[in-house]
DNA sequence: CGGATAGTTGACTTGCGTCAATCCGCGTGG
DNA sequence: CCACGCGGATTGACGCAAGTCAACTATCCG
């Protein structure tokens, strides 16, 4: 999916990971937001005529197409599937958010851990991670652009959260070695990924 | 209204400013967003059980409070009004999304241009503003929180694009004395803004 | 006439970017 | 079976955008 395509489909992530992601002029990218497997993604390229940025796969992908009109159908037929899906785009909404508190106010190290342990709480509740660890597809490029920062930096950063008996980032493999030192760095707390789900009157 | 709070309502802002942000542990703040007049504001925090963010006026401010009950009936009686609070919440994640953009890849000048564009284009839709300028209640203290700088720089930022002849901030005002150049510098593209409203059916 | 609050400016420091070189593992084709 | 190329990872040297510290001005208000 690209930025101005219009008549875009939302679809349901069953395999594999994406990303969605903007590019500037200069060719430099901002990724957004990496979607896994259960996630829900490409609402608001429904919703809007034309869709505002990009998808694209991480690892090969296994996807369900969800069609416009049939969404829309049944948002009328099933009022509460459309406030489902309104909580699950509060929830998108407020990863985004706490993604931008990161870019705007904190560190390289806090960032980087921040978000590996967002995936991490993530990845758990759909049963492909643990506490200790999970396995990542995704370059050291990947992470610059998702975290605003350089490829070269990024790495640096890996090396000192390594090199603190934090955390591992190789070959493909997240390895958590301090869960509770990495939260307290990070100073992360989920409250903000609501995992009670929608709350149904 | 408060990280933490329950019970929370949403409101639609008659008249005023208000900012939504959250606080980190050093006592630093992320501005993630200001709402203005029309706008539709705690959504999430009456989604999810708990506020993840806290909202607090910039001026003076006349609102509507929306309770969390209400809001949910009429989701259910209504279903076209759901649909038209997602395409609300859509918009708002997109602005989101292209704050975030601006923090991970553009250098302060671009970012703060790009700012006081979608404010513009935001005050243009309610009639509080025009290509020339509009009335703005912020403080620096407010832009430097929102842009992910500190006031010095922003205080500097906003000398050089005096200096340059695009823009003055002063006394509450903000005035705008080159609209393309400016557009031209932030790469300002208001799609995600997608200003027709709703798509129902 | 103090005493807030907001804005302004200069001097110095630093986190991260850029450039460049090197290494490693893997797949491909001669 | 080895040579080569390529994408990804790693490291060092150097530069710059933005932060920090600190002093000063302007304005408003009781």
């Known amino acids: ?22 590019l500037l002029r200069d ?6 937001d990496f979607q896994i497997p259960g996630d829900f993604l490409g609402l608001r390229s429904v919703l809007f005529r034309t869709a505002d940025h990009n998808i694209e796969p991480v690892t090969p ?5 969800v069609m416009k009109s049939d ?8 009022p509460r599937l459309a406030t489902a899906v309104l909580w699950a785009a509060s929830r998108d909404e407020a ?4 993604h931008l508190v990161g ?20 990845l758990i509740l759909v049963g492909r991670g643990s506490r200790a660890g999970f396995a990542c597809p995704l370059t050291q490029y990947h992470l610059a652009d998702a975290l605003g920062l350089s490829s070269v930096h990024v790495n640096r950063v890996l090396r000192q959260l390594r ?9 493909g ?16 707390d989920q409250a903000y990924l609501d995992h009670d789900g929608p709350l149904l009157l």
């Open 1 to 22: 999916m690209h930025q101005g395509q219009t008549h875009a489909a939302a679809y349901i992530l069953a395999d594999g990971w994406v990303c969605s992601y903007k």
């Open 163 to 171: 090199e603190d008996g934090l955390l591992t980032f190789h070959k």
């Open 103 to 122: 870019l705007g106010r904190r560190d390289a190290v806090e960032r980087t851990a921040h978000f590996m342990l967002e995936l991490t709480a993530r």
């Open 95 to 98: 990863m985004v958010v706490e």
């Open 61 to 65: 992908v296994e996807a369900s197409e």
């Open 27 to 32: 060719g430099t990218r901002q990724i957004v």
């Open 71 to 78: 969404l829309l159908l049944a948002f009328e037929a099933t």
């Open 173 to 188: 493999l997240v390895t958590i070695h301090n869960f509770d030192k990495l939260v307290e760095l990070a100073e992360f």
